[in-house]
């Protein structure tokens, strides 16, 4: 029988046919999911980096048939990821029939229930039990690679600076107002993402220099921003967007060609993740960026949350 609530510090529950959940040890369940999880999110370069997608304060539970072990996931109450099943069970479609009837007995009624990061193997089942896709999207990376980059003398082009928090959280702001993404970030949120950016330990005099800002030496207006970080140990493409007025210009092309650049000798590789359908995507298909795994984020409607 299914507990009808959840808690955080409940570390048992019951179900039907058998199955039963099981909180899991994060630090052994992540060495099941590094393993398990077939789809490879975000280039990462080492089993080490897998496990490490693994937080300790996830709540991560297994699945468990007659007491064995037959997969894992994170739950919480209107909330599943990272469903991975333990060979030789396969039956991926009774599992999840089974926590979709956990998470409508954990969850808030008015809330839909999110499952985000959904391989292409696992969507049609969600699709079969009245999950509705809500968003797709990719990483992509490439080689990092020596470019010449020229700018005419009509931009002046120099690295971001903290003191830029204020102006770049505007630019992003209006920048991204078309954003295609299910997420419209206010301003203050655009502003608390480049907070971020600055405050990231990992941030050094490299990814600085390897990041653009560029302006309209005419009007000192900022028309494009490239802002690189550091992610599991390659530099990733934190944010970059071209004034509206200024596409066409190959303005996104060059600030990633001079990133690509400045981070060769010390990177192998680069990587960015996009949402898709973004405008984007074929800049950086253009410039050799190859896609990873399709990613799906899917939502079951609160109405059917009974």
């Known amino acids: 029988m299914?507990?009808?609530?959840w808690s955080k510090d409940e570390s048992y529950y019951d179900l039907y046919y058998g199955f039963s959940l099981e909180k899991a040890v994060n630090t052994e369940f992540a060495k099941y999911y590094a393993a398990y999880l077939t789809i490879d999110i975000g280039f990462k370069s080492s089993y080490e980096q897998k496990c490490s997608v693994v937080a300790p304060d996830d709540n991560c539970y297994w699945i468990k048939m007659n007491n064995v072990r037959v997969g894992g996931a994170f739950l919480e109450p209107n909330r599943v990821e990272g469903l991975f099943l333990i060979p030789p069970f396969e039956d991926i479609f009774k599992v999840l029939k089974l926590i979709k009837n956990v998470l409508t007995s954990w969850s808030d009624k008015s809330k839909d229930i999110r499952a985000v990061v959904v391989g292409p193997a696992q969507v049609d089942y969600y699709h079969m039990l009245g999950?509705?896709?809500s968003e797709e999207s990719h990483w992509m990376m490439r080689p990092t690679e020596s470019y010449f980059v020229y700018w005419e003398d009509k931009y002046v082009i120099r690295a971001p600076k903290a003191e830029d928090t204020e102006?770049?959280?505007k630019f992003f702001y209006e920048a991204f107002i078309n954003y295609v993404g299910k997420t419209k970030y206010s301003l203050e949120d655009r502003t608390s993402f480049v907070k971020d950016y600055f405050a990231n330990k990992s941030l050094d005099e490299l990814l600085l220099k390897a990041s653009t800002l560029v302006y309209d030496k005419e009007t000192n207006e900022l028309i494009g921003v490239c802002l690189i970080s550091e992610f599991r140990?390659?530099?990733l493409v934190s944010d970059i967007a071209v004034k509206a007025t200024y596409r066409g210009l190959s303005l996104a092309t060059r600030m990633l060609k001079k990133a690509l650049s400045i981070t060769k000798d010390k990177y192998p590789a680069m990587r960015l993740f996009v949402i898709c359908g973004n405008e984007a995507e074929s800049v950086y298909y253009?410039?050799?960026f190859i896609p990873g795994v399709k990613l799906t984020d899917l939502y079951l409607p609160a109405e059917m949350n009974d």
């Open 131 to 133: 999950f509705r896709t």
């Open 233 to 235: 140990g390659w530099p």
């Open 2 to 5: 299914i507990i009808k609530y």
């Open 167 to 169: 102006e770049l959280g």
């Open 286 to 288: 253009n410039l050799g």
